[in-house]
């Protein structure tokens, strides 16, 4: 028989980092070059299938990364039980952002919330701003999953989902 479950995930990061493009990559294999920016937040739902019985369903909270839409941001992480925090590997400010985004979700959010970091934007190698080895070195200590994703070609984006479903507390 099969194993289900199902978990709530939250998507944060700065404005334009890809959130939503790495939502609509790993919900639809779809990638649309001129999306709109998210109004709010957006709710999506999309299941991970894991060997040998099990399915993870999440159900995905998409936020709009903009500052006036800060204060919302705990109605959709307070009862997360993961959060993929993604910054732009060609902006070392977006970074910035990220770390600040994971300092709140570790203070405010559940104790045992499942945290990814995106580096998102893999793709764009000539303008990359953020070393990987540093990106990393801060994921370790700061205990997070860390993934150099690409919401353009799809590298590492169901990597990501899935690892991040194999940490999840099933029965
Ligand atoms: P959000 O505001 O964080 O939800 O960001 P969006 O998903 O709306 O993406 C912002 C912009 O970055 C859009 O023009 C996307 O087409 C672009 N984008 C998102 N992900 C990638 C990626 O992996 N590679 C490249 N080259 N562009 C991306
Ligand atoms: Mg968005």
Do not use: H
């Not at 700061?142 to 590298?155: D, I, N, Q, R």
């Amino acid at each position: 028989s099969e194993r289900f479950a199902q978990f709530k995930l939250v998507l944060l990061g700065e404005s334009a980092v890809g959130k939503s493009s790495l939502v609509n990559r790993f919900a639809k294999d779809r990638f649309d070059e001129f999306r709109q920016s998210t109004i709010g937040a957006a709710f999506l739902t999309q299941s991970v299938r894991l060997e040998p019985d099990t399915v993870i369903k999440f159900e995905i909270w998409d936020t709009a990364g903009q500052e006036r839409y800060k204060s919302l941001a705990p109605m959709y992480y307070r009862n997360a039980n993961c959060a993929v925090v993604v910054f732009d590997l060609t902006s070392s400010t977006s970074l910035g952002r990220a770390k600040s985004w994971v300092k709140e979700l570790q203070l405010q959010a559940s104790d045992n919330i499942v945290i990814a970091l995106a580096a998102n934007k893999a793709d764009l190698t000539s303008k990359r701003q953020v070393d990987r080895e540093e990106a990393a070195e801060y994921a370790r200590e700061a205990g997070l999953l860390y993934f150099e994703t690409s919401a353009k070609t799809g590298e590492s984006v169901k990597e990501m989902f899935k690892a991040i479903a194999e940490r999840m507390p099933i029965e």
